[in-house]
């Protein structure tokens, strides 16, 4: 039996940075949506006890670096299951873009599995594996808009975003997220208004969410891929509502009302940049989950 997932992408709204806690990670506050642009991720049952990763695109991990086998390795464990698994990832997401296209790998291979496996795994039971695994899994599990605190893994649901176009601009670059949050700890922060942010998604007001974009690690990777500040201010004179780095980076994002505006963005940006995404905002109730 084979089941499938789909594993949207997130963009961070607002991503701050408290200080280094001392497991080694860092405290954060980040505000997340979840965006329809999505890798699939195919499970299906092996005689066999071991776990086999295959991707689509040649340059991810099929190892155990990989999110994926982290969390079916996990699973098989907490319920010891002696059955193998073949998960198969279909990339759409780019790598190493700052929009956790690991991490939802990840979170959709714990919910394929639990249906796989028939295990009866609550939410919750979910998430406590997502946690062990990286910060963004424990948000991918359920997806939609949330604030994540801790280092990523506490989540507090918040209500979705009005209705816009998400405009996605990828840099033929990739970033080490260890390596900027590193450069992080040696550099001068510049804090956005989380709360701020928080407010505007409450009010559902579109024009304050712009205004309240903000990301800390921003100015870290605009050291290291200088494009950024290219692509932002030519999304800007395309006429952008809302311009941000997510995560890490370094993919950038401009948010949009009008359909217009979007489809100039696209084309203006795909002579900019190879990889460019005009996607809307992501409905956890629109998962299709399927069995073969």
Partial sequence: MRVFEKAPAKINLSLDVLGKRN?????????????????????ESLPEDRIAVHS????????????AWQAAKLIKDKYSIHRGVEIMIKKQIPV????????????????????LWKLGMTCEEMLEVARKIGSDVAFCIKGGTALATGRGEKIHELPPLPPCWVVLVKPGV????????????HQPAVHPDVDAMIDAIMRRDFSAICRSLG???????????????????????????GILMSGSG???????????????????????????????????NDALSKYE
């Fill in 96 to 115: 190493a873009a700052g929009l956790a296209g690991g991490s939802s790998d990840a979170a959709a291979t714990i919910r394929a599995l639990n249906r």
């Fill in 250 to 284: 370094p993919t950038v994002f401009g948010l949009t009302r009008h359909e217009s505006r979007m489809q100039r963005l696209l084309n203006g940006m795909k002579g900019y940049c190879s990889q460019v995404f005009a996607v809307r905002l992501y409905k956890p």
């Fill in 23 to 43: 497991d080694g990670y860092h405290e954060v506050r980040m505000v997340m949506t979840t965006i329809d642009l999505a890798d699939r991720v195919e499970c």
């Fill in 215 to 241: 990301n800390t690690l921003e100015a870290v990777t605009m050291k290291k891929v200088p494009e950024i500040s290219r692509i932002k201010g030519h999304m800007r004179q395309i006429g952008a509502e």
């Fill in 174 to 185: 990739s970033v080490s997220t260890a390596q900027i949050y590193k450069d992080w700890d």
């Fill in 56 to 67: 689509s695109v040649p340059y991810v991990p099929e190892d155990d670096k990989n999110f």
